[in-house]
């Protein structure tokens, strides 16, 4: 896909975002690229309600700029404003990313300062999401410029073993935790887990990690259940076919459940095996 190419919701927030900076301070942003599903080719915009309960996907952009950008300053209040008149016109998906300098993407994220950044169309001036491997992998080798060079013509930082050690520590410090937490029969993780979300996050989440470790590729959430309905066993179908239907169609219509608990609690065994199995792969040399 290129940037002429991009579903509507993707262009028109993408553009209003650009004509609004470029009116504010012009020349300001030098560079716009995509990345995340409409980069992985997974972009899906239905799933209603706000907030993490949809199964929609969000627009995740990189904005470049030539300097870094003060705090306290006009620039920086420039991108907060075409950021906030974006979001108002285009309230929907969620219009999330980070704001870097040429330097930064060639050096990597573990040198790279707190940066502007919005996450859940929540602009903050510093902060570090989207700050990792996974970013400037995905913009290193799937990234789409909207404005700006290829990335093939780019120096970025794409390391392999990073995204490796990376991947390992998102499983053992957010993945295992996060099983555990959700396993508690209070009301709060009940609610979230008979949620559409649920599965869509858990299921396709954790496979695209195992898929990443087993094949040092990345894929997106609808490639990691397509590779999990051929590599893991057959009692898990149900359960990956399901989140499957739901990331494709959203939460309409009747699938594989009628009881949501039963959905919820293979979801739950699947993330705890999966998450074993994906630790147990073995290293690259």
């Given at each position: 896909m290129s940037g002429d190419d991009l579903p509507a919701e993707v262009g028109r927030s993408a553009d209003l975002f650009l004509n609004a900076i470029d009116e504010l301070a012009p020349g300001l942003v030098t560079g716009f690229y995509l990345v995340g599903s409409v980069a992985l080719g997974d972009f899906h915009s239905h799933g209603a309600g706000r907030g993490r309960l949809t199964t929609a996907s969000d627009i995740d952009f990189v904005a470049v700029t030539d300097q870094r950008l003060e705090r306290e300053s006009r620039e920086m209040e420039a991108l907060a404003r075409a950021h906030a008149a974006t979001v108002a016109a285009s309230p929907r998906p969620n219009f999330d990313g980070v704001v870097l300098t040429w330097a930064d993407l060639a050096a990597g994220p573990?040198?790279?300062?707190d940066v502007p950044c919005a996450q859940e169309s929540r602009f903050a001036p510093a902060g570090?999401?989207?700050i990792n491997p996974v970013t400037f992998c995905e913009l290193a080798w799937h990234g789409i410029a909207v404005r700006g060079p290829q990335p093939a013509d780019i120096d970025l930082w794409a390391d392999r073993n990073a995204?490796?050690?990376?991947?390992?520590?998102?499983?053992?410090?957010y993945w295992r935790p996060w099983w555990q937490q959700n396993q508690q029969r209070r009301p709060l993780p009940l609610i979230i887990g008979l949620s559409a979300w649920f599965p869509v996050w858990a299921v396709l989440g954790v496979s695209r990690l195992h898929h990443l470790l087993a094949t040092g590729t990345m894929t997106?959430?609808?490639?990691?259940?397509?590779?999990a309905q051929q590599v893991f066993d057959p009692r898990w179908q149900p359960i990956i076919s399901e989140s499957l239907y739901l990331r494709t169609n959203g939460a309409e219509g009747y699938r594989s459940y009628r009881n949501p608990l039963a959905r919820r609690r293979d979801t739950l065994a699947f993330l705890d095996t999966t998450i074993d199995a994906a630790l147990a792969l073995p290293t690259e040399s």
């Amino acid at each position: 896909m290129s940037g002429d190419d991009l579903p509507a919701e993707v262009g028109r927030s993408a553009d209003l975002f650009l004509n609004a900076i470029d009116e504010l301070a012009p020349g300001l942003v030098t560079g716009f690229y995509l990345v995340g599903s409409v980069a992985l080719g997974d972009f899906h915009s239905h799933g209603a309600g706000r907030g993490r309960l949809t199964t929609a996907s969000d627009i995740d952009f990189v904005a470049v700029t030539d300097q870094r950008l003060e705090r306290e300053s006009r620039e920086m209040e420039a991108l907060a404003r075409a950021h906030a008149a974006t979001v108002a016109a285009s309230p929907r998906p969620n219009f999330d990313g980070v704001v870097l300098t040429w330097a930064d993407l060639a050096a990597g994220p573990s040198v790279c300062p707190d940066v502007p950044c919005a996450q859940e169309s929540r602009f903050a001036p510093a902060g570090r999401s989207g700050i990792n491997p996974v970013t400037f992998c995905e913009l290193a080798w799937h990234g789409i410029a909207v404005r700006g060079p290829q990335p093939a013509d780019i120096d970025l930082w794409a390391d392999r073993n990073a995204l490796h050690e990376f991947t390992i520590d998102n499983l053992r410090a957010y993945w295992r935790p996060w099983w555990q937490q959700n396993q508690q029969r209070r009301p709060l993780p009940l609610i979230i887990g008979l949620s559409a979300w649920f599965p869509v996050w858990a299921v396709l989440g954790v496979s695209r990690l195992h898929h990443l470790l087993a094949t040092g590729t990345m894929t997106s959430k609808s490639g990691a259940g397509r590779y999990a309905q051929q590599v893991f066993d057959p009692r898990w179908q149900p359960i990956i076919s399901e989140s499957l239907y739901l990331r494709t169609n959203g939460a309409e219509g009747y699938r594989s459940y009628r009881n949501p608990l039963a959905r919820r609690r293979d979801t739950l065994a699947f993330l705890d095996t999966t998450i074993d199995a994906a630790l147990a792969l073995p290293t690259e040399s």
